[in-house]
């Protein structure tokens, strides 16, 4: 299993879904236009103020939205800051949509790597055509540089591959979606 970033918490979504988040990127989508105007640092310190309170003193990883803005909003007190905070409406009920790279780009064999970009590319834009997911989630991605490169173990020509489809996703993404949609991409 891979393990968590250390600044990032898996956010509970309704319905079950489970999602990792970057703590900078909630609290930053949280305060809005209120981020630009506050000092890099207090934000740095703002964010691990939240993790050490979520993880070391309440022992959580997993966490609702809910809670997670109320420990935030709790934070900027300490600080100073008495900002409200949006109700978590659009985000308890985003549509979280999962995507094995294998299962998209069918399971085949190593030597494919002529037709998988362009069968990625597709993919994507078909995707994020009729109805954008709020949050897109690949997955398997590890597995599927393996099997591509006919590796056993991971080594440095798996990880050049591993950052030239990511480069490749994020390009790809950031040309297909015109909203608020985000995207994780897990090993």
Excluded at 24 to 44: A, F, N, R, Y
Excluded at 118 to 136: D, G, K, Y
């Amino acid at each position: 299993m891979i393990q968590l970033n250390p600044d990032c918490v898996v956010l509970e979504l309704e319905g079950g879904n489970n999602l990792p988040c970057s703590v900078e990127l909630m609290t930053v989508e949280l305060l809005g236009e209120t981020s630009s105007w506050m000092d890099p640092e207090i934000l740095k310190n703002i964010n691990h103020g939240v993790i050490v309170y979520l993880r070391d003193e309440l022992g959580k990883q997993l966490v609702s939205f809910e809670e997670f803005a109320e420990v935030l909003k709790q934070v900027l007190k300490g600080f100073g800051f008495d900002l409200a905070l949006p109700q978590s409406e659009v985000v308890a009920s985003a549509r979280v949509e999962k995507k094995d790279i294998a299962d998209w780009l069918g399971r085949k064999d190593h030597g494919f790597e002529l037709m998988m970009f362009q069968c990625l590319r597709n993919e994507l834009s078909r995707t994020l055509a009729n109805e954008p997911p709020c949050v897109l989630w690949i997955h398997g991605l590890r597995a599927y540089v393996k099997n591509q490169l006919g590796a056993r173990r991971w080594s440095r020509k798996c990880q050049d591959l591993n950052d030239q489809l990511i480069e490749f996703i994020r390009e790809c993404f950031d040309r297909n979606v015109h909203s608020d949609c985000s995207l994780v991409v897990h090993a």
